[in-house]
């Protein structure tokens, strides 16, 4: 299995994973096609695709902000199972953020993942492939020691609707494994700084910031 960087909308990697992605993700959570061209190009967000037999069998998005000392995973998908996808990426790209850390030499004190609430969208089939059902999912992020951000999350909806996406938890993967909390100042400088690509935020996503900026911490519970 190959490891290869995405950085432009023309290459042909980039069509099949965005199908893969339209196919496994509901509506909301995909960005246009037509609207990847400025932020695949982003030298600060990296898009790689696993590719095997010269076919797009998976994909991982992430990023990292040394002035937060904090990494992102935007996106993690198994399109086929049972060749051992899940680990290949993220083995890869734990190795690829442990090279940012080195060049911006800075320590990262933990990672953010948006992870789906299993009964939330238990409509939806996640392109029928097993491995990318909110419950499994779920389950081996609290595996590799995920926690969920204790407070009702909201997100702006990728479609550019303003829509307010509440079906996921925010969840944190902290470097210190024995906190049980998070600086709620890091959590609302992060948020702003994520969603600033998106002009129309809802209503209940500045709710939830002015009330992350009224807090001193936030607690960290299990997935």
Do not use: C
């Not at 790209?93 to 969208?121: C, N, W």
């Not at 209503?203 to 911490?217: Q, Y």
């Amino acid at each position: 299995m190959e490891y290869i960087r995405v950085t432009s909308i023309e290459d042909a990697n980039f069509a099949s994973m965005h199908k893969m992605m339209s196919s496994i993700f509901p509506p909301e959570e995909v960005l246009a096609f037509e609207l990847w061209k400025e932020p695949i190009g982003d030298p600060d967000i990296h898009v790689y695709v696993a590719i095997h037999d010269g076919a797009v069998v998976g994909a991982t998005e992430y990023r990292y902000y040394p002035d937060l000392r904090v990494a992102m995973t935007d996106f993690t998908i198994i399109g086929v199972s049972n060749l051992g996808v899940g680990r290949f990426l993220y083995l890869n790209r734990s190795k690829d953020l442990r090279r940012l850390e080195q060049e911006s030499d800075t320590l990262s004190i933990g990672m953010f993942a948006e992870i789906y609430k299993p009964h939330a969208v238990t409509s939806l089939r996640f392109g029928n492939v097993i491995a990318m059902h909110p419950a499994v999912r779920r389950e081996v992020l609290s595996h590799l020691g995920y926690r969920k951000l204790d407070f009702p999350y909201v997100h702006p909806s990728w479609d550019h609707a303003g829509k307010a996406v509440t079906e996921l938890d925010l969840g944190f993967l902290s470097a210190d494994e024995e906190a049980e909390t998070v600086d709620a100042a890091l959590v609302s400088r992060f948020l702003k700084k994520y969603y600033e690509a998106l002009p129309n935020r809802p209503r209940e996503w500045e709710e939830m910031i002015a009330k992350l900026d009224e807090m001193e911490t936030v607690n960290l519970a299990p997935l």
